[in-house]
């Protein structure tokens, strides 16, 4: 399987803040890259497909970069509806894998 | 509008298999490039994706647990069905399912989840 490694697990931000993480994958993937947002309680919400596609309805403050092995999701100004746990996953292969996630706190 | 819905037992005992329907609307699963998975969230901890089903009856399955998980479809009722087997305390955890449009596309649409606990 295709192993999808999230840094930092953690971190801590103030309203405003740029922020970033990272997503690796075990092996090439392409751009078979996609980013959700979860916060408590709730289902997870699609934020970004093919590593820079900005899914329809989601703020423009969001963007992703990246291909093959390592990819981005940043956050150009953090907004307090942001604190939330993010998710990597990759639909490269035919078996669908998850980062570990990463979790924005209110700093 | 496009919603899912998962149902299921609350409760299973160890040794138990589990149930769980996926019911759909506002597409259909007959359509090229549509698929439906199942992922899973155990209290506290990151997703996992379980298995998907293809527009094409094609059926695909996470390595670690494949042994034990079957995932139909009946697209006259718009379900998708999960089975799971020999259910064990550690498969604790909200079950999820949700669509993908088409390759490369990501799972744009989610439904509430359902929780389920495996205990004796």
């Known amino acids: 399987d295709i192993q999808m490694t999230q840094s930092p697990s953690s971190l801590s931000a103030s309203v405003g803040d740029r922020v970033t993480i990272t997503c690796r994958a075990s092996q090439s993937i392409g751009t078979y890259l996609n980013w959700y947002q979860q916060k408590p309680g709730k289902a997870p919400k699609l934020l970004m497909y093919?590593?820079?596609s900005l899914q329809s309805g989601v703020p423009s403050r969001f963007s992703g970069s990246g291909s093959g092995t390592d990819f981005t999701l940043t956050i150009s100004s953090l907004q307090p509806e942001d604190f939330a746990t993010y998710y990597c996953?990759?639909?490269?292969?035919?078996?669908?894998?998850f980062g570990q996630g990463t979790k924005v706190e209110i700093k | 509008q496009v919603t899912l819905k998962e149902s299921g037992p609350a409760l299973v005992k160890p040794t138990q298999t589990l149930t769980l329907t996926c019911t759909f609307s506002g597409f259909s699963l007959s359509t090229t490039g549509m698929r439906v998975s199942w992922i899973r969230q155990p209290p506290g901890k990151a997703l996992e994706w379980l298995a998907r089903i293809d527009w094409d009856d094609d059926k695909f399955y996470s390595t670690s647990l494949k042994t034990r998980l079957t995932i139909s479809k009946d697209t006259s009722k718009n379900q998708v069905v999960l089975t799971m087997t020999n259910m064990d305390p550690e498969d604790t955890a909200t079950y999820y399912c949700?669509?993908?449009?088409?390759?490369?596309?990501?799972?744009?649409?989610w439904g509430q989840g359902t929780t389920v606990t495996v205990s004796s």
């Open positions: 949700a669509r993908t449009l088409a390759s490369g596309r990501g799972m744009d649409v």
């Open positions: 996953q990759q639909s490269y292969s035919t078996t669908w894998t």
């Open positions: 093919d590593a820079s």
